[in-house]
């Protein structure tokens, strides 16, 4: 374990003397999500490696000399982001593939606002090398990044974790390994509650969005959110969350759960 500890404590010291310019990011995941972080990570001088299908648009403004598209993961990755909130058994593919490929040294950071990441943990054999975090479409643009250390987080990998969200401009905030961790579980909840008050016809989806903002002072109203957001993002949040904590608050609105199969025909309401 010491042994372990030490190369990953080298591998942070590498992102954070010789800069995001000497390291590769390895990226795989749920489209939309790898994309924005694929924007972000070579915005701030990362190399950026990822495995998206062909369908899958990457922005325009991309330095193309920073980012490529491949299925086979390098040796050389310095840090691993696996992004994928919606279907569990690829993301465990996912990760058991970067756990045979990775050096010991390079830490993985992973979504788990679907999953907790100590059972994520279980599923590689390298457990000290992941940590969890929260990651839903258009959320890379937040100050702040909530992280959840595993019980086989040590220390050092937490540092590395923290040494790269440092240096693509963030802020951590270590929260406790539970799905839907602090802000996502949140904001779904209040999703799914005004989808329930659509589905009983209290108010039009702009009425909805209107009162919260102007009422609650948010940014966002509620609908405008899941469509930023992603209704299959919003719908797997408050599954997983149903999931593991069998309460019934957390029980999708019929509604909610037909837009997400749906698409865009409520935005005609």
């Known amino acids: 374990m010491a042994k372990k500890k030490q190369k990953i404590t080298k591998r942070s010291k590498k992102i ?22 694929i924007a972000l990570c070579t915005s701030h001088g ?3 490696v990822y495995n998206l299908d062909g369908t899958s648009q990457i922005p325009p403004h991309i330095d193309r000399k920073l980012a490529r598209n491949s ?22 593919k996912n990760l058991e593939a970067l756990d045979k490929a990775l050096p010991l040294s390079t830490a993985i950071a ?12 279980s599923w ?8 969890g975090f929260c990651a839903l479409p258009t959320l890379s643009t937040t100050s702040l990044v909530e992280v959840a250390p595993t ?21 951590i905030e270590l929260v406790q390994d539970r799905v839907g961790m602090v802000f996502h579980r949140i904001v779904c909840q ?11 016809e209290i108010a039009t989806p702009q009425d909805i969005d209107l009162a919260m903002k102007l009422g609650g002072h948010y940014p966002l109203g509620p609908i405008e959110w899941a469509d930023k957001i992603g209704m299959q993002q919003v719908c797997a949040v408050l599954s997983a969350l149903q999931r593991d904590l069998g309460e019934d608050r957390y029980r999708i609105s019929p509604l909610l759960r037909q837009m997400a199969l749906s698409g865009l025909w409520w935005k005609r309401m």
Do not use: C, M, W
């Open 71 to 92: 299925a086979q993961i390098p040796g050389s990755v310095s840090f691993a982001l696996e992004l994928t909130n919606i279907d569990l058994e690829r993301k465990r």
């Open 110 to 121: 992973s979504s788990s606002i679907t999953v907790s990441a100590t059972e994520q943990s």
């Open 46 to 48: 990362y190399v950026a």
């Open 190 to 200: 209040i999703i799914n509650e005004a989808a329930f008050a659509l589905q009983e």
């Open 151 to 171: 019980v086989f987080s040590p220390a050092e990998t937490v540092q590395v974790v923290q040494t790269f969200f440092s240096s693509v401009g963030k802020e």
């Open 16 to 37: 954070r003397e010789h800069g995001p310019e000497k390291a590769i990011v390895y990226l795989v995941g749920d489209s939309p999500i790898v994309e924005e972080y």
């Open 124 to 131: 590689i054999n390298h457990k000290s090398r992941l940590v």
